[in-house]
Structure formats: structure tokens, C-alpha cells
């Protein structure tokens, strides 16, 4: 039973590398042939630029010239040449005796394609050379007319080879495989056939695109029970590595897209004063290098965050304040292009705890977001306050006693036609819009509120008495604030 048991589980092994490495075989080979013929495309077409001159002045000295070339393209990447003119008839080729040149190569489908105007690739058998051919042909043109074409072959048994190759060493990883299955068998070599074929069947399920896929941890021997759960947290963490990788390119497009529009913004101003404003032109300059450094730092935010998703990201003390106010500047030139006017309100300096560039990533989708629906005219105040302590929640603080926290609280209000307080606790959803025919994403919010819990902080929307909408970051205070601005 136990060398039954074990046999079995070789068996299974050895069809599940089967099902993986048979298509994989085939894909190499796929592969490795589009590769060749790119190669060749990109190649014919070098050599038929260089033919061009040739072909159309019809001098034979310069035949010599493309034979050498033809011969040097051979010698470097192991392909044959045959270069022929409108009639078909080989003017150069890459071989050394020449015996080819005057040959009539009309009748070869891919030279009649070719000097139709046409690009030829594929494969076919050469009762000349008795062998598979890999073929790219190409037409020489001069304007829209065609002077000839350009031909190389490759023998397919080079294809053949290389995957071979890989196979060969798929195999060997296949006999290893099997190898250690056998010990696994041996070891685990009990009553688990039903629970063995479940996790099997899991496995399979996986490997074809399921991520869903989960091994039976309910049962079976304490040794499969271990390798169920094994299986399903790998399940896991690979369906959670994707989610985080297409959250991550979604987050990234959107956050780049408004420091690229600044950057350009700035660009174009300096590029339009250089001739009248030096002086001006070099101001937006160094403005839009420091954007362009900003840019770089959103970028590695951006990274660290993806990094430290679902863990404990490591916090900095920086200042809300002198941020918020570069911020402000940063946005004032466009602002002024909607005729908007935003100004800071609050202390000089005001110290707080936060993953490296959140507040930046922060107060810029704050702003973003109401200069989009700011009317003219009116005006978006960024405002930093200091709040009341409160009570720190965590558990271990709370088997000490209560340890009041002071809190700074950033503040972003526009006088735009603001939210209901419905749409203001799900708009921090991803994707979710106030209307579905407005413009962005709907990522904005969503990323600022993975900023603020990355902080430790907290986020919140609310509409204001006034008309507008106040949005919100209250972060912890790593030091006290000065008031004076």
C-alpha cells in the first residue's frame, strides 16, 4: 500500500508537469520562431534600405557592394541572402561561390508576393537545400514603386534547437520534481487518497487562472492538514500580489497625472518667456524642476506604499504646515487659470506623524478635487488647526490608562456645489464618482484614504453650512504648533 501510495503520487506529479510543460513546450517554440522572424523582419528591411540605391541605378559595380554585404550579414547572424531585381532574378546573394547570382527566383511565392508590394514571412521546404526554411521576403522600395526584394532564410532546425534546449532543462527541474514527490509520498504515505485528489484538484484550478481556488483544511492527516494550509495562505498571498499590482498601476496613472499637468503648465510659460522674460523663464524653469522633483518623490511614495500594503509603513514627523504652504504656491498658477483664488490659513509650523510624502499626495487630491468644481471667482481656503486631545485607542495604551493624543487637523474648503452627506461616507470608495459622466477615475479619494491609514490618520468629507464642501486629514502631532501666519 505505502509503495502503491507512493507510486500514485509520482503519477500525479508527473501529469501535472505534463499539463504544465507540454503547452509550455509549445509556447517556447512559438515564441522562439516569432522571435526569429521579427529578427528577420527587422533585419530585411535594414538590407533593403541599403539595396534601395542599387537596385534603382541598375550598376553592376554596385552588385559587388551588395554581395559583401549580403556575405557580412551571414557571417554575423547565420542567415542566407538573396537580393533579386523587378524581374526576380538574384542580383547578390550571401554565398561565397556566387554560382546563385542570375538565378531566377520569380517563381518562389514569396518573392512574387514581395515584388507585389507585399511583406512575406513563414516556413516551407526547400527541395533545393532539403530542409525546413524559416523565411522573411521584403520588398525595396524607392517612393511608392518597387525596385525588388530581399530574402533571408533561416534553417528551422535552429528553432528546433533551442527549444530543445529548454526542454532538456525543463526536464531535468521535471525529474526533480518527481524525485522529491517520491519522498513526500513515502513520508506521507498513509489513508489521504480522497484528500490528496481534493488538493490535487485545487492545484489544477489554480494553475489554470482560478484564484478563488482553495484546499479542504477540515480533514485528513495532521501532515496534509499543514500542507492544505500552506496551499490556500500561498492562494492567498498570490491573489492578494495581484490585487495590490493592479491597484498600484491605477493609483500610480492617477496620482502622476497632476504634477505632469503642472509640470507642463510651467514648461509652456517658461518656454513662452525665453525670448521676452529670461528672467521669468528661468523662475518657472526652477519651478518646474522642483516640481519634476516632486514628481520623483510621489513615485517612491507610490512604491513604498505598494511595498508596505497590509503591513505597518514606517512614519516620519513632518510639518503640516510648511507643506501645506508650498502646496498652496504650487497651485496658485492653476488656480489663476480658472480664476480661483486659494490661500492658506493657519500656524507657521505644525508637526505631525505620516508615512513619507502622504500629506503632499493628500492636499493635492484635496485640491485637485475642488478646484475641479470650483466656480469662478470664488475661493478654496487650505486651513491646518490644531484639535483637542483624544483618547489613543490602541489596546496596549489602554492597559495603562487613558493617554490623550493632540491631534492637527488639515482642512481643504471650496465654495463648489458640494456633496450630500450620503455621497460624502462612500466617496472614499475606489472608483466611486458623484456622477457618472464626470471626469477622473474615482481613485482620487480612494488613495488618500490608503495614505491617511498608512499615517495613522484619519479622513473625512463633510458639506458646509455655507454652500461647498470641507474635506478633511486629522493627523497625530508629533510636536506643538506656533501660531503667527
Known amino acids: 500500500m505505502k509503495w502503491r501510495l507512493m507510486a500514485a503520487f509520482i503519477a500525479v506529479t508527473l501529469l501535472m508537469l505534463l499539463v504544465q510543460d507540454v503547452p509550455l513546450s509549445t509556447y517556447l517554440r512559438t515564441v522562439e520562431r516569432d522571435r526569429i522572424i521579427t529578427s528577420l523582419e527587422r533585419d530585411a528591411f535594414v538590407l533593403a534600405g541599403r539595396s534601395e540605391e542599387a537596385l534603382e541605378s541598375a550598376i553592376t559595380d554596385d552588385d559587388a557592394g551588395l554581395a559583401a554585404l549580403a556575405r557580412t550579414y551571414r557571417d554575423a547572424g547565420g542567415a542566407r541572402v538573396v537580393i533579386v531585381n523587378t524581374a526576380g532574378t538574384a542580383i547578390a546573394t550571401s554565398d561565397d561561390d556566387q554560382s546563385s547570382i542570375g538565378s531566377d527566383y520569380a517563381s518562389r511565392p514569396e518573392i512574387t508576393g514581395a515584388l507585389g508590394g507585399q511583406i512575406m514571412s513563414g516556413s516551407r521546404y526547400s527541395d533545393t537545400l532539403q530542409v525546413e526554411l524559416l523565411y522573411v521576403t521584403v520588398p525595396v522600395f524607392s517612393g511608392d514603386e518597387v525596385y525588388g526584394a530581399v ?9 528546433d534547437d533551442a527549444v530543445n534546449d529548454q526542454i532538456r532543462m525543463l526536464g531535468i527541474v521535471a525529474l526533480t520534481t518527481v524525485l522529491l514527490a517520491g519522498i513526500v509520498g513515502y513520508i506521507f504515505s498513509t489513508s489521504v487518497t480522497r484528500r490528496l485528489k481534493l488538493l490535487k484538484d485545487a492545484t489544477e484550478r489554480l494553475s489554470s487562472g482560478d484564484l478563488s481556488a482553495r484546499a479542504d483544511e477540515s480533514g485528513g492527516a495532521p501532515e496534509l492538514r499543514s500542507l492544505s494550509r500552506s496551499f490556500n495562505i500561498m492562494a492567498e498571498r498570490l491573489d492578494t500580489l495581484l490585487q495590490e499590482q ?61 511595498r508596505t500594503e497590509g503591513r505597518s509603513a514606517p512614519l516620519m514627523t513632518v510639518d503640516l504646515a510648511e507643506i501645506a504652504r508650498e502646496r498652496v504656491e504650487q497651485w496658485q498658477a492653476l488656480a489663476q487659470e480658472s480664476a480661483v483664488t486659494i490661500r492658506y490659513d493657519g500656524p507657521l509650523t505644525a508637526s505631525v506623524s505620516a508615512v513619507s510624502t502622504a500629506v503632499e499626495q493628500i492636499l493635492d487630491n484635496y485640491v485637485d478635487n475642488a478646484l475641479s468644481v470650483s466656480p469662478g471667482t470664488s475661493t478654496i481656503i487650505v486651513r491646518v488647526t490644531s484639535a483637542v486631545p483624544v483618547a489613543r485607542v490602541d489596546r496596549a495604551v489602554r492597559q495603562l490608562g487613558p493617554a490623550p493624543l493632540e491631534t492637527v487637523q488639515l482642512e481643504v474648503l471650496d465654495e463648489g456645489p458640494g456633496l450630500s452627506v450620503e455621497d460624502c461616507s462612500r466617496a472614499f470608495d475606489r472608483f466611486w464618482r458623484a456622477r457618472s459622466d464626470s471626469a477622473g477615475s474615482g481613485l482620487g479619494l480612494a488613495i488618500v484614504a490608503q495614505l491617511a491609514k498608512a499615517s495613522r490618520a484619519t479622513v473625512a468629507l463633510a458639506p458646509r453650512g455655507t454652500g461647498g464642501l470641507a474635506a478633511s486629514a486629522t493627523f497625530t502631532a508629533a510636536g506643538p504648533a506656533r501660531e503667527g501666519a
Request: hydrophobic fraction near 45%; glycine fraction near 6%; charge should be positive.
Open 246 to 306: 493592479r491597484r498600484f498601476a491605477a493609483d500610480a496613472s492617477h496620482q502622476l497625472r497632476t504634477p505632469l499637468t503642472a509640470l507642463r503648465l510651467k514648461l509652456e510659460r517658461a518656454g513662452s518667456l525665453v525670448s521676452t522674460d529670461p528672467a521669468g523663464a528661468a523662475v518657472r524653469l526652477a519651478a518646474a524642476e522642483a516640481e519634476a522633483d516632486r514628481l520623483g518623490t510621489i513615485v517612491e511614495g507610490l512604491l513604498l506604499l505598494s
Open 151 to 159: 530574402r533571408l532564410t533561416y534553417p528551422e532546425q535552429v528553432v
